[in-house]
């Protein structure tokens, strides 16, 4: 095998182990659903897998993927559970923060104790909230306070946590163990969506920051590579959009097979020789079809922006930004239309509890309010009327 | 509506006081499903339930344009009530619709005494129940499912096929006859509290008096009617969901959702973007009850004429019921999913159960499927051809 | 509309009879634009350009609600003739609104005798027109852009300011007065036949009696609902266009369209895509017609009130014909193009000239902006807030 | 210069002699489309280019394109003039079809002439026309009747030509002379749409028709490959709604900035700060974005196709064109949207004659009904629903 041929095999490798996992999280994915909480037993799966570790460079001990194999792993798992899908991407988007943020020797420690004892990340990092302060005190950080949208933080080793430095208009960002003492994730996610993703909050009670642990970087604002975080976290929501309305409509499609019944007035044997069941699947594919086109031409434009690290110029910072705020919207209302739509061909049946089809929708619509829709257009049209880039936010 | 009648806006401010006590827990008890059985008391002693009851049998007189305006009312407040409703108004009126006069001098005094709330077994899509036929009545066995209502009502109205002949009767029952058992085993992602589940017949006595067979010894257009006050209450129970979505919303964006850190607004309620959504979510739903409302107004003078009633008036009714219907259930799927946009990402928890707007939506317009009823009306415009009557059109 | 009295069903008949005498060459005419005088005589002998002149000053006192049934009829046929009634019918209105009794009394009786159409000249964007005072009344100089009916009018409606304190002052003047120069220069894309071109103004004389100032002395919340009128009435010419498109569409596959090389049916007409296509444009329509009925009782209920009419319940009448016009533009713009998809590649030939229907609704949907309605409406649903009066809200 | 390069450099050449022809057509596209008839001044300079020869190999004398750039050609006229558009992309398919349906001999002969004489290639094929009978009269085949939609006939070379054979069910193709004896072009085309494609019908009356000019390959139904014309047909029609999305876009743009003043009640300087312009600019170039996106994919998926020649397999036939009729709906979906919108921000003054602005949406209602929408969405249903490959016709 030559180079080509053994990156592909072992990208075969990865989305392979990637499939199984998800067809094991497909089986109890509407259980899980039902309960929300936590899902330790699948998380400790993926830990088990080694996926944990996919893109952290194989000299840290990763698999060293690329960022579109990496995304296809998170799309892969959103088809199945889109919570799940969340947990595993926000984790990814966690540790590289740590890239992106930090020095070259912190992320080092971070890859390396992330690729060999498996540890998950979460966040406490809502940049809308600025419950979170940081104090000085005797010459030791203290954190106190609390974050709200924390995804991921139950059942975490690592906390991407920021806080509000006290008397400045600074952000802090480090890194903790989540078992740090006067750390509590609490157990108070309540989302009709997501509902495995433990997007509660966390509170912190006089936690000790040391040193090592604040990423400097930063507080370099005149960088621009460090704000493709941003991009990075939209791409991994987009391909939980994707992967729900790619779930939704497989699995609307077997229903349809295989218990619809031809609608008494249609004169067809099959529902699915229906005229307007075919029209709408028609539609439904075609626009999926077209989410996954945006999608690809927005994670090249991501791969070549990360590629250039430092060198990263604000143009194609902002150009990557527009790439990818179409790709996000498009399919976020791709997503909504899909997972409501279903039901037409389906049938009244399927709005069984057994079922619970509705989580296709539930899911999309809580992932879809992450931020405005309406703001991205905005991005999108001020660009095209008038050259602007995308303001640099942490959702921009 | 316009032009409503003192006696009506007394009806209907009765309908708002409901309304707006259920909707206080419409999210928990969305939760918990089963059976609205306080609301459903307060229904009953509202007086409502006689509505439209012939004066001379002790009931209101009403007209059904007064019952869709309730249907919409309460729906606003919990759609799982507004569709409790409409359903008992469509089943007390089935006795008009498909029996006899004496059919009607028996069951409604009996009714109005009972302050009784009218429960669904007549599901025409599947021939799961079956009566043998005895020297006086029928003796059934089988199951009927989609039996909404069912649970904590004082009579069923029923659908069942003889076994010899195959002929398709109707028919009421006391819920409490011998031999029913009302499963309330209805457990679906929305309209949880309608109890829309199985209803078993085991050796179930049905008298001959309580057996409808007029509309199939004397069939006029007006037998056949009831597939349009079907849609037509399902149209009211969207569209009332869809004004209830916007009332919660409304409340939620004033009071709760903070402005986006690039929009340059102090408040939410100011952005440019916010306020357009308002007025496109607004305009759909009123568009929705102006639509409804033209067609509540030919069904009264369907339902004036009664037996006089001619197929083309019968087709008629049909077409703008079905449009009605059609665009209210599309319009209420959008607003209910839209809502959140206007709301922002704390909208979403479980506190409020928002999601149940979009949820009994979505559940209820799945009752016959949209397109064909777009083909209806398509077939009137295009060929002039009114609907063959069936349990849908 | 229901409830229409004998009354309005014979203006309507005329109406209707007009209407498909100008469909005939509606499509011929669109091609060559200028004026329909020989259409605009036919409306004017049908005594129809009277309806809103109240009986004692010899008109039929009609209700607006009447006047815009007829305004929908007439542009089903041929929406620029609709659109030139409509216009008229406000600038008429204008008296009442805007000017004194003592005004009303002079003009209306003139307006009857001569059977006079009146034309626009007063497009309040831009301070085109300037008068210098006199001693009695004005001298008018400049022009004024989209002058809709100027051509072949026996009076303008026409807004200036005064040179001096820059007052806005609007006024009534025959159109033959010495220097009045109708340019009849419209050329667009759609509206051809509206005459919506400019008019020049050269030391034209205005005496102090058809100076309208009462207004700007009297002011009152009644004073500033022509802009719902404005509003209302293209709303009615968007309704009447797209009931236009959805007839001559029907005529066309009933009698034209081949059916698809694969679509297995015999006829087009009997293509289920085409009539789930035909059901959704017309229930689009309908649901326009009937929010635009609605909004038209409310505007009723408002002329009847007249100078009584408080600021409250012109807010209302703001909101709810902002939310009907919006509606019915979007609507009309989406069936005026959809249309062509249940006709077939054939029916762009220009014999048929079926263009007109989108390029009519697309100009004069462009009258004012969609997107500024919503946000009127919204921000009243959203806030509570009526529109602050202005020429458009 | 490597090979690579020398393709990229003589790429470019050809992009930027089609930038300069679409410039010198944009300037008369209003006075043309009001005009209608035979754009024959602008057929010359097509002709004068040599662009006519883009897809014919070098051996023939030809410029030996790829269709990507074929395609991209034809986009770039469309964006300024969709008439001359459809002109030059209805020739290059009516050429190259006799590569797909003529012996080598013919299409070598037809390639050489259409290279050496810049012939324009026009067609009298429409399949929906049985009007055009052909004769066996004394040993010699003569055709007589008409075609509709005969589009670029007027002002050609050359004709593709189909004829009912009469006595049988056969369809006869050949190539024919525009000025072979009998055939008269009619000047009636007179839709509101590409009104300069003179798309109007084709009279024969007794026309010979000689034995090396019919092409037999035609009725060889087993073969695969000749049925990419319609492909070809369709991916040309997408190029035209996809350049005319653009212009009207960019045209709207330009008038937005230079024209429309603030509404009286936005509070903004400039119509372009608008927030519902710019709302509406998003969302528009978003489409237009995706559009381009399937364009992209449905293309390379036709370039693989066609390079397989005969070998090409029904499945892959099926497939690409499953891509092309996602690519047209959507593009055709997209093009009636923006040439409609464009209008709201640009205001009421954009409706003036002398901009012909509706010329846009004429010219995609127009082409947009060359074959149902609808039916290509029931093709995509029921590839997706039931794996059931788009049926071979001249439409799918």
């Known amino acids: ?29 509407v259980k899980r659903d039902r309960e929300g909480g936590t899902p330790l037993h699948e998380r400790n799966l993926l830990r088990k897998s080694g996926l944990l570790a996919l893109p952290i460079p194989k000299e840290y001990g990763g698999y060293g993927a690329c960022w579109p194999i990496v995304f296809k792993v998170v799309n892969i798992i959103a088809k199945a559970d889109s919570s ?31 690729a060999s004892q498996q540890l998950f990340w979460g966040n406490a990092f809502n940049p809308r909230d600025s419950g979170l302060k940081a104090v000085r005190e005797n010459g030791r950080l203290m954190l106190s306070g609390s974050k709200s949208f924390c995804s991921g933080a139950t059942d975490s080793d690592r906390l991407l946590v920021s806080a509000q430095e006290e008397g400045s208009d600074e952000v802090l960002l480090c890194v903790l163990p989540t078992h740090r003492a006067g750390i509590v994730t609490e157990d108070n996610w309540d989302g009709f969506g997501q509902r495995q993703t433990d997007s509660g909050s966390v509170k912190f009670e006089d936690v000790i920051v040391y040193e090592e642990e604040i990423l400097y970087k930063a507080a370099e604002e005149q960088k621009v590579f460090p704000t493709v975080r941003t991009h990075l976290a939209q791409l991994m929501l987009t391909h939980l959009l994707y992967g729900i309305a790619q779930g939704a409509l497989e699995e609307s499609k077997a229903y349809v097979k295989a218990h619809t019944k031809p609608w008494i007035s249609s004169d067809v044997e099959a529902a699915e020789q229906d005229p307007y069941i075919i029209q709408q699947y028609g539609e439904m594919s075609l626009n999926l079809h077209a989410c996954s086109a945006l999608i690809e031409k927005a994670v090249t434009e991501f791969d070549h922006a990360w590629k250039k690290e430092d060198a990263l110029a604000e143009q194609q910072r902002g150009e990557c930004g527009v790439a990818i705020a179409m790709a996000k919207t498009f399919t976020a209302k791709t997503a909504l239309h899909i997972t409501s739509t279903i039901f037409d061909g389906m049938g009244a049946r399927a709005t069984s509890d057994q079922y619970k089809f509705d989580r296709y929708w539930r899911n999309a619509r809580t992932i879809s309010l992450h931020d405005p829709v309406a703001y991205k257009l905005r991005d999108i049209g001020k660009w095209y009327l008038s050259s602007e880039l995308p303001p640099i936010t942490p959702y921009s | 509506m316009t032009g409503t009648t003192v006696k009506e806006e007394i009806y209907l401010d009765q309908a708002k006081k409901l309304s707006v006590s259920f909707a206080k827990d419409a999210a928990q008890r969305d939760k918990e499903g089963g059976t609205p059985k306080q609301q459903k008391d307060a229904i009953r002693q509202s007086g409502l339930l006689n509505l439209l009851i012939p004066q001379k049998y002790g009931g209101e007189g009403g007209k059904w344009s007064t019952a869709l305006a309730i249907v919409r009312e309460l729906a606003k407040g919990d759609a799982a009530l507004g569709h409790l409703y409409g359903y008992h108004s469509l089943f007390v009126s089935d006795i008009r619709i498909k029996g006899t006069e004496e059919q009607q001098a028996y069951f409604y005094p009996l009714s109005v005494q009972q302050q009784a709330f009218w429960g669904n077994a007549s599901n025409p899509l599947v021939e799961s129940l079956k009566g043998d036929k005895q020297l006086q009545g029928y003796l059934l066995n089988g199951t009927k499912a989609f039996g909404s209502g069912s649970p904590d009502s004082q009579y069923l109205w029923l659908s069942f096929n003889d076994r010899e002949t195959g002929q398709y009767l109707n028919g009421v029952v006391p819920t409490d006859r011998t031999g029913i058992t009302v499963k309330d085993d209805w457990n679906a992602m929305g309209q949880r509290q309608t109890g829309s589940g199985n209803v078993d017949f085991k050796n179930v006595r049905i008298e001959e008096h309580e057996v409808i067979r007029d509309f199939v010894e004397n069939p006029t257009p007006f037998s056949t009617i009831g597939a349009s006050l079907s849609q037509i209450i399902l149209t009211n129970v969207f569209i009332g969901s869809a004004f209830g979505a916007i009332e919660e919303a409304q409340n939620y964006t004033a009071s709760k959702t903070r402005p986006w850190l690039t929009s340059g607004v102090e408040k939410a309620s100011d952005d440019p973007g916010i306020l357009r959504k308002y007025g496109e979510l607004w305009i759909q739903a009123k568009a929705a009850s102006a639509l409804a409302d033209e067609a509540a107004l030919i069904l009264d003078e369907a339902w004036e004429k009664s037996k006089k009633l001619t197929e083309q008036e019968r087709g008629n009714l049909a077409v703008h019921v079905a449009a009605a219907n059609v665009f209210a259930g599309n319009t209420a799927l959008d607003i209910t999913s839209k809502i959140f946009e206007v709301m922002g990402a704390r909208s979403v928890h479980a506190e409020y159960g928002y999601d149940r707007f979009w949820r009994n939506v979505r559940t209820h317009t799945l009752h016959n499927p949209a397109e064909y009823k777009l083909r209806t009306v398509g077939n009137w415009v295009l060929n002039q051809q009114y609907p063959i009557p069936n349990p849908y059109a």
Chains 1, 4 share one sequence.
């Open chain 1, 1 to 29: 095998m030559n180079n080509t041929q053994t990156i592909a095999a072992s990208q075969e490798k990865i989305l392979e182990l990637a499939n199984q996992l998800a067809k094991e999280f497909s089986k109890t994915a």
């Open chain 1, 84 to 114: 799940l899908a969340h947990l595993l991407g926000y984790h990814y988007l966690t540790v590289c923060s740590t890239f992106l943020f930090g020095s070259t020797k912190q992320y080092k420690t971070f890859y390396k104790e992330t």
